[in-house]
């Protein structure tokens, strides 16, 4: 019988960790490189770059909870997502969604343009995508939930779409993790992390993941983490190790306090929209549903004016005004000035990203010590 996902987040299935010593803890190998037994004969690594027992195990664990065949680890989010973007070459054409955090549109914009593929950005929740493709189009790539916008793509339509066409279908996963969502299991190719977040969700280490279900895909993108040496260090494989073992407590409370902020949220005068898939009214709602374990922890909300976004920016005490999330802890992030700083002013405005546009990374924290923090930030 399978184990449930909040088992598997700590134990692997048919592993087991450490077996000289009966350590419970998997091992840390800080080593750089190993030494052979004799010419012609290996223990089956040779240098961290390429192999480390400790990266490896971690890599299983993360393939085993997002259902795929092969997990590839890398030094942060973007440095997989550069990497994904490796598979591509002049004259290729990618299609993305308009609402991607920064750090990708820049890479899209200022890297793979330079390197000779073209990205068209789409509302991929809503448009036509099939007037999108064109004779060298290769992959789609989305998040879903989006950041900051939180527009929620159905998953197993969008993967059929790309089937059609025998293009890639390229997901970030960062928001829900794969404790709330598969997207390989409703069709994506190819599933990435930042694996800072959720994941290893504590704020105190850098981590990124691409995840394949194809031998292909995994043999190809496998040579581009050996050439380029973007891999994820032993200690820090350790630490997102760790994390992951409580993935499913602290998605669960986090959701749970999600909840309960965003309709409290709906509440104040002072806030003109919120949004949040967990909420009925979410155009998204009902895909979610359908395709995810939960809504996971991320809301976004808008505020009268820019004065409001900053004076709760200033104010808030127990929540940290800082960028990233996935943490224990509550942040309060303004994208226009951090997640989203590099993005061009158009596309925000097209997005509805404004200076009253506030997103929030729920935590751990008591509810009520958090509602008397906003509360008192926005009115105190």
């Keep these: 019988m399978e184990m449930h996902i909040e088992s598997r987040c700590i134990h692997l299935e048919g592993d087991r960790a450490e077996t000289r010593f009966g350590a419970v803890s998997f091992p840390i190998y800080q080593t750089a490189t190993f030494a052979h037994p004799g010419p012609g004969q290996s223990t089956g690594y040779d240098y961290t770059r390429m192999q480390n027992p400790t990266r490896e195990h971690l890599e299983r664990v993360v393939a085993a909870l ?3 065949s092969d997990c590839i680890a890398f030094s942060s989010g973007m440095a997989a997502i550069a990497a994904v973007m490796e598979l591509f070459g002049p004259g290729d054409h990618l299609i993305a969604d308009a609402d991607l955090y920064g750090g990708t549109v820049r890479l899209f914009d200022s890297i793979s343009r330079k ?3 073209d990205v068209t950005y789409a509302d991929c ?3 036509d995508m099939e007037e999108l493709i064109r004779e060298n189009t290769r992959a789609i790539y989305l998040e879903t939930p989006t950041n900051p916008m939180m527009h929620v793509t159905d998953l197993a339509a969008m993967a059929d ?4 066409h025998n293009l890639l279908l390229i997901v970030d996963n960062t928001f829900l993790s794969p404790y709330l969502q598969n997207p390989l299991v409703l069709g994506a190719d190819i599933v990435v992390h930042s694996g800072t977040k959720y994941l290893a969700g504590h704020n105190d280490t ?3 993941f691409a995840v394949v279900k194809d031998e292909e895909l995994s043999r190809r993108l496998r040579y581009l983490f050996k050439t380029t040496g973007a891999g ?5 494989s350790w630490l997102v190790l760790r994390g992951i073992q409580t993935l499913a407590v602290r998605m669960d409370r986090a959701q749970e306090n999600a909840v309960r902020l965003a309709r409290w949220l709906l509440e104040q005068k002072c806030v003109t929209r919120v949004l949040y898939p967990g909420l009925e009214t979410h155009p998204g709602y009902a895909v979610m549903k359908k395709q995810a374990r939960g809504f996971g922890a991320m809301l976004t909300f808008e505020v009268q004016d820019r004065e409001t976004a900053l004076r709760l920016l200033e104010r808030v005490r127990l929540i940290r005004f800082a960028e990233s999330l996935g943490g224990t802890e509550t942040l309060l992030t303004y994208p226009i000035t951090q997640t989203h700083a590099d993005v061009p002013k158009d596309v925000l405005a097209a997005n509805g990203i404004t200076d009253r ?3 929030l990374s729920v ?3 008591n509810f009520e010590d958090l509602r008397v923090d906003l509360q008192e930030a926005l009115y105190g």
Excluded: Q, Y
């Design 161 to 164: 779409v790309a089937k059609a």
């Design 206 to 208: 850098i981590a990124g």
């Design 125 to 127: 929740s809503r448009c």
């Design 66 to 68: 997002e259902k795929g």
């Design 115 to 117: 390197n000779g593929v």
């Design 232 to 236: 994820l260090s032993p200690f820090d």
């Design 363 to 365: 935590g751990l924290e």
């Design 357 to 359: 546009t506030l997103r």
